[in-house]
C-alpha cells in the first residue's frame, strides 16, 4: 500500500483530516478512511476510483470541508487500505466495503439525517453496486455518479480509437488487466495520462497530480480491479439507485464517454439532470473541482436537510410504488 506523493503546496495538497479510523469490511479487509469538517455539518461521502486514493478528492474536499461533514475512503488496495487476497475483487466487495464505511461513519447522525453520496468512476460503480442495500437506501438522501459506466465498458472506452468494437473491447480488457510497472511519473508518462484521462486542455499541473496519484497505485490491484471493470455490468442495480441523483459526464472522456452518462440519465429512477463539462476528460473532480463541488452543493442544499430528507423518502416510496404496479 502507497501514499500518492502530494505537491508542496496548493489546492491539491489533501487537508489534514479531524479525524483517521479503520473500518472492518465483511470478509475481514481493513479500510482507511478520513472524516474532515464540522461534526454537525451536512454530511457528503466520496468515493474514488480506480487507481486513485483519498488525494484525488483534494480541491473538492477543500472546497466542502469548512461547512460539510466530509466522508472519504480509500478503496481496498489503493492508498491506504491494504490489498485483498485473490478472492477481493468484485463489486459486491466495492458494495461491502462502501456499507462498511457508511455504518461506521454516519451511525452517529441525528435520526432523519442523511448524506449525498458522490463517486466517480469506479467510485460510483461502488454506488450502483450498492443501490440495494438497505444501509445506503437508509442513509443517503442523494447520489452524484461523475465520469462513470454501468455496463460494456471495454466496447465503448475510446483509449485504443479501432473501428471494430470487438478489437477496441479486446485491447482495452488486455490493457486494464495489465500488471506492466508504469515506473517513475516522466514527461512521457504525463502525456500519456493526459490522453487517456484527461482533456487536451488541462494544466500541466493537473496533469502532473493525476500521473502521481495513478502511478502510486500497486501494479497488482491495478491489474486486479481492471480485470473486475472489464466484465462489469451494473444496468439492473443502477435502475434500483432510488435516490435523487445527479450525472457528471467531461465530453472529452475516452475511458466512459458520454453515451454511458446518457444511459444512466435515462436508467435512473430520479435523475436530477446530467451536466456535460465541454472539453473535459475523465479526471472531472480534478480538471473543474468547482463544477463537481456546485452540483454536490446543490444536491445537499435540496436534500440533504430533515426537509429535504422526508422528500427523498416520499420520492422512493414513489418508486417502490411504480415497481409494484409495472
Not at 480506480?50 to 472546497?63: K, N
Not at 463489486?91 to 454516519?106: G, I, K, P, S
Not at 439532470?273 to 463541488?293: K, N, S
Amino acid at each position: 500500500m502507497r501514499r500518492a506523493p502530494s505537491p508542496p503546496s496548493g489546492p491539491y495538497v489533501p487537508p489534514v483530516p479531524e479525524r483517521e479510523l479503520t473500518v472492518v469490511s465483511a470478509d475481514g479487509s481493513r479500510i482507511h478512511a478520513e472524516l474532515h469538517g464540522p461534526e454537525d455539518a451536512p454530511a457528503v461521502v466520496l468515493a474514488h476510483g480506480w487507481v486513485c486514493s483519498t488525494a484525488f478528492w483534494a480541491p473538492v474536499l477543500r472546497a466542502l470541508s469548512a461547512d460539510h461533514r466530509v466522508i472519504l475512503y480509500d478503496q481496498r488496495g489503493h492508498g491506504r487500505s491494504p490489498a485483498p487476497g485473490p478472492g477481493g475483487y468484485s463489486a459486491e466487495a466495492l458494495a461491502d466495503d462502501l456499507v462498511a464505511v457508511l455504518e461506521a461513519t454516519l451511525a452517529t447522525l441525528p435520526p432523519g439525517r442523511r448524506a449525498v453520496l458522490a463517486g466517480h468512476s469506479m467510485g460510483a460503480m461502488t454506488l450502483m453496486a450498492a443501490a440495494d442495500r438497505p444501509m445506503l437506501r437508509e442513509r443517503a438522501a442523494a447520489a452524484v455518479l461523475c465520469s462513470t459506466g454501468a455496463s460494456r465498458l471495454m466496447e465503448r472506452s475510446r483509449v485504443v480509437p479501432l473501428r471494430s468494437p470487438r478489437a477496441r473491447a479486446r485491447a482495452h480488457r488486455l490493457l486494464l488487466g495489465s500488471r506492466a510497472p508504469l515506473g517513475p511519473v516522466t514527461p512521457l508518462a504525463k502525456r500519456l495520462v493526459r490522453y487517456v484521462a484527461m482533456g487536451p486542455g488541462t494544466d500541466p499541473a493537473t496533469v502532473e497530480v493525476a500521473a502521481r496519484i495513478l502511478h502510486a497505485c500497486p501494479r497488482v490491484v491495478r491489474a486486479g480491479w481492471g480485470r473486475v471493470l472489464a466484465d462489469l455490468e451494473l444496468d439492473a442495480r443502477a435502475g434500483q439507485l432510488a435516490v435523487p441523483t445527479a450525472v457528471i459526464v467531461g465530453t472529452a472522456d475516452r475511458l466512459t464517454p458520454p453515451e454511458h452518462a446518457h444511459a444512466l440519465a435515462a436508467a435512473l429512477p430520479h435523475c436530477t439532470g446530467l451536466t456535460e463539462l465541454p472539453g473535459l476528460g475523465h479526471m472531472t473532480p480534478l480538471e473543474d473541482p468547482e463544477a463537481v463541488t456546485g452540483v454536490i452543493r446543490g444536491l445537499v442544499e435540496e436534500y440533504g436537510t430533515p426537509r429535504g430528507t422526508d422528500l427523498t423518502t416520499s420520492q422512493e416510496a414513489q418508486v417502490a410504488a411504480k415497481e409494484q404496479t409495472a
